[in-house]
């Protein structure tokens, strides 16, 4: 379970280059924060940020912005960030529910990764691939929304076929075994270390829908 309260965790992370105060001032226009018009492309629920900052890292022409919810999941991430000097990264600290608050029309790619899967019905509309959710995607794009998915829970893998399927999304690339036959551009976030060393099958999805053009 994640730890949520820190002592101190907020003031220590809102010291960063990389943290972004107050995203919503930034609304339409974080393309102006990067001082670029590269893409931009976010990760949603970033946990000790492995992903983002790889992703970053590799791929210096694309902006990337990680999210997370807590702010003391983040001290682990900005405790990596302490010896990079990466243009390309921006972190905040917010609730996913937010994200048509924060963005509009800007972003290329989202990543979900290990997301949490909500078991209960109750609480369906809480995953990030309910169709609430994707109403909400589909404001942040500002071209085709193209979404990439990993996660070791079967139920909400079969949950996000049939969202997706649904919301006209085409599929292209579903694997039930990520590691049956692994791209080696795949890189993974701590969740997926830990269930792959346990031998956990890691489920993916990327799928686009597609924007007319009129």
């Given at each position: 379970?994640?730890?949520?309260?820190?002592?101190?965790?907020?003031?220590?992370i809102?010291?960063?280059?990389?943290?972004?105060?107050?995203?919503?001032?930034?609304?339409?226009?974080?393309?102006?924060?990067?001082k670029?018009?590269?893409?931009?492309?976010?990760?949603?629920?970033?946990?000790?940020?492995?992903?983002?900052?790889?992703?970053?890292?590799?791929?210096?022409?694309?902006?990337?912005?990680?999210?997370?919810?807590?702010?003391?999941?983040?001290?682990?991430?900005?405790?990596?960030?302490?010896?990079?000097?990466?243009?390309?990264?921006?972190?905040?600290?917010?609730?996913?529910?937010?994200?048509?608050?924060?963005?509009?029309?800007?972003?290329?790619?989202?990543?979900?990764?290990?997301?949490?899967?909500?078991?209960?019905k109750?609480?369906?509309?809480?995953?990030?691939?309910?169709?609430?959710?994707?109403?909400?995607?589909?404001?942040?794009?500002?071209?085709?929304?193209?979404?990439?998915?990993?996660?070791?829970n079967?139920?909400?893998?079969?949950?996000?076929?049939?969202?997706?399927?649904?919301?006209?999304?085409?599929?292209?690339?579903?694997?039930?075994?990520?590691?049956?036959?692994?791209?080696?551009?795949?890189?993974?976030?701590?969740?997926?270390?830990?269930?792959?060393?346990?031998?956990?099958?890691?489920?993916?999805?990327?799928?686009?829908?597609?924007?007319?053009?009129?």
């Open positions: 379970m994640r730890l949520r309260n820190k002592k101190g965790a907020q003031d220590i809102s010291k960063s280059e990389y943290y972004v105060d107050s995203p919503i001032e930034h609304k339409g226009e974080f393309n102006k924060l990067f670029n018009n590269h893409n931009i492309e976010i990760e949603i629920g970033m946990g000790k940020g492995n992903f983002i900052i790889n992703k970053a890292l590799a791929n210096p022409n694309i902006n990337y912005i990680g999210i997370e919810k807590y702010p003391t999941v983040l001290l682990s991430a900005f405790k990596k960030l302490n010896n990079l000097k990466l243009d390309n990264l921006k972190i905040i600290c917010m609730d996913a529910s937010e994200i048509d608050e924060v963005f509009d029309k800007e972003i290329s790619k989202i990543y979900l990764n290990f997301s949490d899967p909500w078991p209960k109750k609480h369906a509309n809480r995953r990030l691939t309910s169709p609430i959710f994707l109403e909400k995607y589909r404001k942040i794009f500002k071209g085709d929304c193209v979404v990439e998915m990993k996660t070791d079967k139920n909400l893998f079969e949950y996000s076929l049939v969202t997706f399927s649904k919301q006209d999304y085409s599929f292209e690339e579903v694997k039930l075994d990520l590691y049956s036959n692994l791209n080696v551009d795949n890189i993974q976030t701590e969740y997926e270390k830990k269930f792959v060393s346990l031998g956990l099958p890691i489920y993916k999805l990327k799928v686009i829908h597609k924007i007319s053009k009129k």
